[in-house]
Antibody
Framework: QLQLQESGPGLVKPSETLSLTCTVS??????????WGWIRQPPGKGLEWIGS???????YYNPSLKSRVTISVDTSKNQFSLKLSSVTAADTAVYYC?????????????????WGQGTLVTVSS | QSALTQPASVSGSPGQSITISCTGT?????????VSWYQQHPGKAPKLMIY???KRPSGVSNRFSGSKSGNTASLTISGLQAEDEADYYC????????????FGGGTQLTVL
């Protein structure tokens, strides 16, 4: 059974860079049938897609965050990572990693399943 | 890409049916049958309930069903049970400009 686990600092100072890693177990991150993504949820608010990466390294970012986001993949470690620069209090959120399945009906990235348990990152001095 | 529009809250009594709407645009929901629905209980990660508009993953109760008409997708839960009380989010493929995803604002379901 595929499992995803986020890891990284729970506290980041304003203007610094948030760095998280998602470790995939129970399956290979190099499968051509999947993308891998990051989604966040500010406390008490809704979900926001941050970006996705394909095992080949192709990346896709939310236009509203694109200037600050970098997602990378390390197939040798079965991990993918998120970096978000110049953070502010507005970036405080639970950050989830998830597998994004490729729709064989539409030949496009589709739904997110499964999800990691999430990790709370607080931006504060 | 703008967030999809969902009602903030819906409620129903045990055994009843409820429907949650999710309105997007002709660039996302209207152009692709790539709407998915997620259930989120407090403090937990979202769980996939419906994908490609109307398909149920293995293990999800057949009380959950999805549909789409034009730019609006819908999630229907029949035979409401206490454990269905949760937040529900819709999500759509956001179009070829970003290959991204856009979520709805979420709907809080209360089982009375």
């Amino acid at each position: 059974q595929l499992q995803l686990q986020e890891s990284g600092p729970g506290l980041v100072k304003p203007s610094e860079t948030l760095s998280l890693t998602c470790t995939v177990s129970g399956g290979s991150i190099s499968s051509s049938s999947y993308y891998w993504g990051w989604i966040r949820q500010p406390p008490g608010k809704g979900l926001e897609w941050i970006g996705s990466i394909y095992y080949s390294g192709s990346t896709y970012y939310n236009p509203s965050l694109k200037s600050r986001v970098t997602i990378s993949v390390d197939t040798s470690k079965n991990q993918f990572s998120l970096k978000l620069s110049s953070v502010t209090a507005a970036d405080t959120a639970v950050y989830y990693c998830a597998r994004r399945e490729y729709s064989s009906s539409w030949y496009l990235p589709g739904w997110f399943d499964p999800w990691g348990q999430g990790t709370l990152v607080t931006v504060s001095s | 890409q703008s967030a999809l529009t969902q009602p903030a809250s819906v409620s129903g009594s045990p055994g009843q049916s409820i429907t949650i709407s999710c309105t997007g645009t002709s660039s996302d929901v209207g152009s692709y049958n790539l709407v998915s629905w997620y259930q989120q209980h407090p403090g937990k990660a979202p769980k996939l309930m419906i994908y490609e508009g109307s398909k149920r993953p293995s293990g999800v109760s057949n009380r959950f069903s999805g549909s789409k008409s034009g730019n609006t997708a819908s999630l229907t839960i029949s035979g409401l049970q206490a454990e269905d009380e949760a937040d529900y989010y819709c999500c759509s493929y956001a179009g070829s400009s970003t290959f991204g995803a856009v979520f709805g604002g979420g709907t809080q379901l209360t089982v009375l």
